[in-house]
């Protein structure tokens, strides 16, 4: 046996292969997707894209739902991330002053809708994204 296969099981040629012993982890139930969704909005607007990444690494696998909602929040708070970082350069030529608080209120506003959407289980799109992480 070759590192990855999985013993007495099917092999999949273009599926996700894992060590000996190890097995995959068990999907959430829709209501689990539906909170943990919320929750990794709510957490984007907390500590800006740390609660998106990590929920995105440990909960990618465990349902279809959350894995939009973590990928979505990811991206969004990458992407204001990068928009604090050259609002910061730019309080220099002050323009940037009035820039972070807009990005603060565009942030808040957003998650909120974002963890409704999710808590209603339905998916969100947030606007003025860059699609760092794609499906």
């Known amino acids: 046996m070759t590192y990855g296969q999985q013993p007495g099981g099917p092999q999949h040629p273009g599926g996700p292969q894992y060590p000996g012993g190890y097995t995959p982890p068990k999907p959430m139930s829709p209501e689990d997707q539906r909170l943990w969704a919320t929750l990794t909005h709510i957490g984007g607007i907390f500590f800006n894209f740390v609660a998106p990444l990590v929920a995105y690494l440990v909960l990618r696998d465990r349902g279809g739902f959350i ?7 990811l ?18 030529v002050l323009i940037g002053l009035f820039l972070l608080p807009a990005i603060a209120i565009v942030t808040i506003v957003f998650g909120i809708l974002a963890a409704v959407a999710a808590n209603s289980g339905q998916f969100y799109r947030y606007p003025l994204t860059i699609e760092f992480i794609k499906q």
């Open 75 to 92: 991206n969004f708070h990458i992407t204001m991330a990068i928009a604090y970082v050259v609002s910061g350069i730019l309080t220099i």
């Open 67 to 73: 894995r939009e909602h973590t990928r979505a929040a």
